[in-house]
């Protein structure tokens, strides 16, 4: 019952605050990939990302990011993705009228 209403709230969650979610590429060292939430509710854009494993299993938030006026960096591509041989780093930009409030650059670690 409780996984039930687990999955119904977080459903009924993304469609209120229009989620989107993305695959960044390229993928990195061992097949670690980036997986992004953006999410835009009234005047503020949120967004994470979680280090998907070649199991396919994201076990926790990598980091996360507050954007002005519902802007979503990932869609709008204004965003720098960088892998090297221990991880990978996520640098979020804004533009001058949507700034990056929160966050903005994020290691990825798929350990």
């Known amino acids: 019952m409780t996984a039930a209403l687990s999955t119904t709230w977080g459903a009924v969650d993304d469609l209120i605050l229009n989620v989107e979610y993305r695959v960044l590429r390229p993928a990195g060292p061992e097949g670690c990939t980036a997986v992004v939430r953006e999410t835009s509710f009234l005047v503020i854009g949120n967004g994470e990302v ?4 070649r199991i396919g299993l994201a076990l926790g938030e990598s980091g996360s990011w507050t954007v ?10 204004t965003y720098e993705l960088f892998w ?24 990825i670690d798929c350990g």
């Open 50 to 53: 979680y280090a998907v494993g």
């Open 68 to 77: 002005d006026d519902g802007y979503r960096p990932i869609d709008a591509g």
């Open 84 to 107: 090297g041989q221990e991880g990978g780093h996520l640098r979020i930009s804004g533009t001058s009228t949507d700034p990056v409030l929160r966050g903005g650059s994020t290691d």
